[in-house]
């Protein structure tokens, strides 16, 4: 064979092997691009998973832990909308969207929810028709022009009991759920039920070291404290401000008379006739014993009075049924108004106390403004 056939073998040989080693090495490199997509997804969705989880364990206000899963489940797993429902013996307690309200129909588990609430299982759904298959989404559908495709839902379990559900709607990109995603899915409904407990933990606490535990007003401390902040404001925003101070007549006789259950039942019976009283920005509180105090924000002195009447006729005129017996009580009043009577809030509770003590010493069950008792002098 001529040197130059041999020649052309070899070159002939020598690119089979080339393209073939080309071939290996594009395909191994193909594979080890997937393998480094995957893990860069990896890194960023366990990132973004402690970010939230931090989110979740740092924050201990309910709502916006709750607002919190919302928002970034959907984020996390790339989905058009998200929801939590939330269950309290195995009643709904609680439906939060991305997207606004759920359909009337989901005032109760229902459907799918009801499915996961049972099993206590992930469920995947795909290839769905909206009202065809799902006549529970009728509504959302209606109102978010949201086409459902498919879902996910996944149980939130705290110490064997499911207290409620995440749900995300449409995988982004029209792609389905993954297990991967389920996996996901499940992790951060694992960090969100503790992390719902500890809110709701904390916001307990919070309603025991604030609230008396007779009457379920605020508390004397609380109380102190919410009057200084809304002193404080009124005088950034040149705002009135009244207080009221409140005292059930003579009821030391009345507990000797009726015992002690009764005597607090009817302080309970008061309490919560002046919160029916009162107004969303107002802040009733039990000061101690059978005083209670108001506080009346961006309300004059004329406007205090009226709010002192009405609450003390509504009080004379209710008559309580307690242990067999028909009850009946009375309350004087003070009213004491900011800046007109005082200028801090030790002055401003005093004065409210001296118009009720002149109240009380004018014949109780009536209503008295501590201007008037400067006018007398």
């Avoid at 020598?14 to 860069?40: G, P």
């Avoid at 058009?80 to 997207?99: F, H, M, P, R």
């Amino acid at each position: 064979m001529s040197m130059s056939v041999l020649f052309g073998v070899a070159l002939i040989v020598i690119a089979a092997a080339f393209w073939n080693y080309r071939s290996r090495t594009k395909k191994t490199i193909d594979q080890l691009s997937v393998r480094v997509e995957a893990e860069k997804r990896n890194v960023r969705e366990l990132a973004v998973l402690n970010d939230i989880s931090s989110l979740l364990y740092k924050d201990l206000d309910e709502m916006s832990t709750i607002e919190t899963i919302v928002d970034k489940s959907k984020d996390l797993i790339k989905a058009e909308a998200s929801a939590l429902l939330l269950l309290k013996d195995n009643k709904v307690a609680g439906l939060y969207t991305s997207i606004g309200n759920m359909p009337d129909l989901m005032d109760q588990p229902a459907g799918i929810f009801s499915r996961v609430m049972s099993e206590g299982m992930p469920l995947r759904l795909s290839g769905l028709k909206d009202k065809e298959d799902l006549p529970w989404l009728k509504g959302l559908t209606d109102s978010q022009s949201l086409s459902i495709r498919n879902l996910l839902i996944v149980p939130l379990i705290l110490r064997d009991e499911i207290i409620g559900e995440i749900a995300l709607i449409n995988r982004t990109g029209g792609g389905e759920f993954t297990d991967d995603d389920e996996d996901l899915l499940l992790t951060l409904g694992f960090h969100s039920s503790f992390a719902l407990e500890k809110a709701r933990m904390h916001q307990e606490a919070m309603k025991l070291a604030t609230t008396d535990g007779l009457t379920g007003l605020n508390n004397h401390r609380t109380f102190q404290e919410r009057l200084e902040v809304e002193i404080a404001r009124s005088k950034r925003f040149d705002h009135k401000l009244s207080l009221l101070m409140i005292d059930i007549d003579y009821f030391k006789k009345f507990n000797d008379n009726y015992g002690h259950c009764v005597g607090d039942e009817v302080l309970r019976r008061v309490a919560c006739l002046l919160a029916e009283s009162t107004r969303n920005i107002d802040f009733a509180a039990r000061y101690g014993g059978e005083e209670f105090v108001l506080i009346l924000p961006e309300t004059t002195n004329e406007g205090a009075i009226l709010t002192a009447e009405r609450i003390r006729g509504a009080i004379a005129k209710r008559k309580m049924s307690i242990d067999g017996k028909d009850l009946s009580v009375t309350v004087s009043i003070g009213a004491a108004s900011f800046p007109e009577d005082a200028t801090d809030r030790e002055m401003l509770i005093e004065r409210a106390d001296n118009a009720l003590y002149s109240a009380k010493k004018s014949g109780r069950n009536r209503v008295v403004a501590y201007k008037d008792i400067v006018a007398d002098y």
